[in-house]
């Protein structure tokens, strides 16, 4: 069966720091990747998303980036975080054909001091 | 931009009662999904229908679909304790991998 790891879950950072979450996919070749934030009482807001290894498409122009160097491996990164990048990342995937049921992973909570 | 909108925001209900909770879009889809979001927690599928369908079931599931008003509602029958949960529609259309999702309805099932 399919899994999607997701880390860390918690994460409190300053002003101006990096940032990098990871999310990795087992059990599936080849995913649809995607990274989504959710602002408290918001829907979901798709950030980045990938078909393919270094295939990035950016959904909103802001500060951060992602990166997809392995087949399952999606990181999400900034160089120098904002007050407004905090929120709830959720990392998720899909199959590539047939239908576009996402499967997330558990989220991580992105708080910048 | 966020297509589907869910109606109402918020639902507080008792258990045993059934909720309804409704989605409505504003473009062509070729299938619209609900997911469920316990508090703090990534979203789980619950179902998903395709434009040529207008009524589907999964356990205490139905959901119902009707392009021409451009409208889905999800029927939660029987609620129980455990169904306190966050609820989205998302709506599928274009290109086959970016789904959009509205802002969701707090469902509260009180024991």
């Known amino acids: 069966s399919q899994t999607i790891h997701q880390w860390p879950a918690t994460l409190v950072q300053p002003v101006g720091s990096p940032l990098s979450l990871e999310c990795t996919v087992e059990g599936t070749s080849n995913p649809n990747l995607y990274w989504y934030r959710q602002a408290a009482g918001r829907g979901l807001q798709l950030l980045f998303y990938?078909?393919?290894?270094?295939?990035i498409s950016s959904e909103v122009p802001q500060n951060l980036s992602a990166s997809r160097p392995q087949d399952r491996q999606f990181i999400l990164s900034s160089k120098k975080l904002l007050l407004s990048d905090s929120g709830f990342y959720l990392c998720?995937?899909?199959?590539?054909?047939?239908?576009?049921?996402?499967?997330f992973g558990e989220g991580s909570w992105l708080t910048v001091v | 931009s966020q297509q589907g909108e869910e109606d109402p925001q918020a639902l507080s209900i008792q258990e045993g009662e059934n909720a309804t909770m409704n989605c409505s879009y504003k473009t062509s889809i070729n299938n619209l999904q609900w997911y469920r979001q316990n508090s703090g927690r990534g979203l789980v599928h619950l179902i998903l229908i395709r434009s040529n369908e207008r009524e589907k079931h999964s356990g205490r599931l139905r959901v119902t679909l009707d392009t021409s008003k451009k409208s889905s509602s999800l029927l939660i029958t029987a609620s129980r304790a455990a169904d306190t949960a966050s609820y989205f529609c998302a709506t599928g259309g274009g290109s086959n991998y970016k789904l959009t999702f509205g802002k969701g309805t707090l469902l509260t099932v009180n024991p």
């Open positions: 990938s078909v393919g290894i270094g295939q």
């Open positions: 998720a995937w899909s199959v590539t054909v047939s239908g576009n049921t996402i499967y």
